[in-house]
């Protein structure tokens, strides 16, 4: 089963750019359809990004197309989620997730999931 860490969170101004990562463990991540959610604080955990297993399909909440860019290099074992253009209302904790299940945009039931990393965005 893999492991997932992730790590880059922070606070920033809004207008500013973040990169988080998630770093994986275990079995070889290519076999894994990969994500990113968050949950504000107060508010249910929410879809931000998925990527399928080869790279090739992507797919973003309304709330962050054109913003955010989720990418993978399962050679180093890491998924990133390139976040510009920041505004308070994208503070939450960001979670990387895992699934073996085929990619389905938005709808990718995922299975496995980090610990988190906060990201706070001031005015």
Known sequence: QVQLVESGGGLVQTGD???????????TLSTWTMGWFRQAPGKEREFVASISRSGGFTAYADSVKGRFSIARDDAKHTVSL??????????????CAASLGFWSGR???FDIWGQGTQVTVSS
Request: net charge negative.
């Open 107 to 109: 709808e990718t039931r």
């Open 82 to 95: 390139q976040m510009n253009g920041l505004n308070p209302e994208d503070t939450a904790d960001y979670y």
């Open 17 to 27: 750019s973040l990169q988080l990562s998630c770093a994986t463990s275990g079995p």
